[in-house]
């Protein structure tokens, strides 16, 4: 279930942005570079487009596939979901946007080895980071677009829809667990020697942990051992609520979520783990990335 970006030559010209900035001024020209540098992305992706088209059609098949394998199970056998679809659908919305960050360190990659990342570093930037920032809002409107076609897919296959505070509990959740892995793929890419080799940690990475996690099946399905491993999932702590999100109306910060071998969790003690899954993610790279910006 994942998105790889194919390689291609990178436009060494970043667009102009319209944005009139004074000189002297670092917050207006970073924001400047990060708007330049975003709209660069976008332009590629407009070249591209079998990437997006790609990253939204693999979920739905998986969707649509997966929820007809397990249309006729017993109801019941997925805890409160009234239909596997139902159960599936907070899986797929939360491994779609999980792969998409995993792959967010490629593009930075590419560039890379093109050359173009050295044009960069040595170019007048207000900030480096500009750069990261720029990936980061690129994957996390990529999530964005996907998540709103599966979640209006899991409508006619029977899913159900949140109301508006659950939709916006969506965004925020996606929004954290985006953030943290986009952060751990871009730091990857300036530690690992080549693009080889990041496809290699996201192809050993992506199945691994869609299967110890409670995507495809509810804790209770699995032995104790993989009950331990998927509880410390993250994309465990983002499933958990969504899935919560479709099937309770009425939810709260204080709802219980998901019951883990070591305790109940609930809806805030998951965003709290999103929170600083995304927060040491984002603290354990800057040292990797001041070295390679200096």
């Known amino acids: 279930m994942s998105n790889t970006v194919a390689p291609s030559k990178p436009d060494d010209r970043i667009p102009p942005t319209p944005l009139a900035v004074e000189a002297g001024n670092p917050i207006g020209e970073f924001i400047q570079e990060t708007i330049a540098l975003t709209r660069r992305l976008f332009i590629q992706l407009q070249r591209r487009p079998s990437t997006l088209i790609a990253g939204i059609v693999q979920p739905l098949m998986w969707l649509i596939l997966f929820g007809a394998l397990f249309q006729n199970v017993p109801a019941g056998l ?12 907070a899986g797929v919305i939360v491994f779609t946007a999980f792969a998409g960050a995993l792959n967010a360190g490629l593009p930075v990659m590419f560039d890379r080895e093109f050359g173009f990342l050295n044009r960069l570093l040595v170019a007048p930037l207000a900030s480096r980071f500009s750069i990261v920032v720029a990936s980061a809002i ?3 409107t990529l999530s964005f ?6 979640i209006a897919a899991g409508v006619f296959a029977g899913a159900g829809l949140p109301g508006i505070g ?14 943290g892995v986009t952060g751990l793929s871009l730091g990857l890419a300036f530690a690992l ?9 996201i192809f050993v990475t992506n199945l691994p942990l869609l299967f ?29 609520p969504i899935r919560y999100l479709y099937l309770h109306g009425d939810w709260s910060l204080g709802s219980v979520v998901m019951e883990a071998p070591f305790g109940s969790i609930t809806f805030a003690g998951a ?24």
């Open 138 to 140: 690129f994957i996390v």
């Open 78 to 89: 997925f805890g409160e979901s009234q239909n596997y679809a139902q159960f599936l659908g």
């Open 193 to 201: 020697p080549g693009h080889i080799e990041l496809l290699a940690v």
């Open 212 to 240: 110890a996690s409670t995507a495809l099946a509810p804790l209770s399905f699995m032995p104790q051992w993989l009950q331990v491993v998927a509880s410390l999932n993250p994309l465990s702590y983002a499933i958990e």
């Open 145 to 150: 677009v996907q998540t709103v076609v599966i």
């Open 271 to 294: 965003l709290l783990v999103l929170l600083g899954f995304a927060s040491v993610a984002l603290l354990s790279i800057q040292p990797l990335l001041r070295r390679r910006f200096a």
């Open 166 to 179: 659950g939709l916006a509990a969506i965004c925020l959740i996606l929004f954290l667990l985006v953030i």
